[in-house]
């Protein structure tokens, strides 16, 4: 038996209203159409479910049976439907986010707040975690959107480029860092101590390619996964460090200085990813112009512009 949720109301309206013409206008089908979908439920069911003469419609001993499963049936299924309807509305309603801790701690305070101001219905959850948890999560449907560094394009992984910025080279300095002034050729780094990412890191393994020209490449070096053990390592004396440019806000708590590296420019292209395929996402757009607003008003205020 293969009864539709269709046929059950077109069964319980006829009941209720005692005549086909009456429940074709409430299901808004034809008298026709109401007509088949009752012959098919009786065949189904080998039995007739209502008595019809030209001038009244009334449920056979069949179809009275049938009338209390109909309605609870009908009844429980309405009842989870809309249940259903609002687990998806509030699912809707709650953006998953992921970044690098150093991005989720010094932007996303602010595009947070930009963020919430023009979409106050979203609940915004942000994850602060390493690069590669960020992008197996988004393969695996566990966060909506990630940020950060990503070189090599992924399946399955959509990009879409915020903004870039140039390697910096990090110094410690008598008082805190205030704006980035100076420029610094790779090959005036000399034999300077260097504090680095780990050598798996794709940031790291860029730097290593210009080093090499120098004959610096995979030295032994202080190594540490985190940006700001790295930041907090060069204030207090163990070396300098080359890093991305968006460290330079959160480099405002340290007594460092900053320098561009140039002779080359190197450029780092920060991205938005999300998972191909999927329906678009409430509030991914609008966040992702936060995210890079903070970004780009960052730069600007540590190049002192």
Known sequence: MNLTQRQLQAFLNIARLSSFTRAAEVL??????L??????MEAQMNCRLFDRTTRSVSLTDAGARLLPVATRVVSELDSVSGELKELSTQARRILRVAATPLIAASVFPQARAAFQEQRPEITLQVRDIDRRQIQDEIEQGLIDVGFGIFFKPASGIERVELTSFSLVFITAA???FQAITEKKTWNSLGSTPLVSLPPDNPVQQLIEEH???????DENRPVHENLQTILAMVEAGFGSAILPGFVANA???YRVDISVLVRPTVPINYYQITRKGREP?????ALATAVKNVLESQQRQSAGT
Do not use: M, N
């Open 28 to 33: 808004h089908i034809t008298q026709s159409g």
């Open 35 to 40: 007509s088949a979908l009752i012959r098919d």
């Open 174 to 176: 008598e008082k805190e």
């Open 211 to 217: 080093l090499r020209r120098l004959g610096r490449a």
């Open 251 to 253: 480099c405002r708590r």
């Open 281 to 285: 996402i409430q509030g991914a757009h």
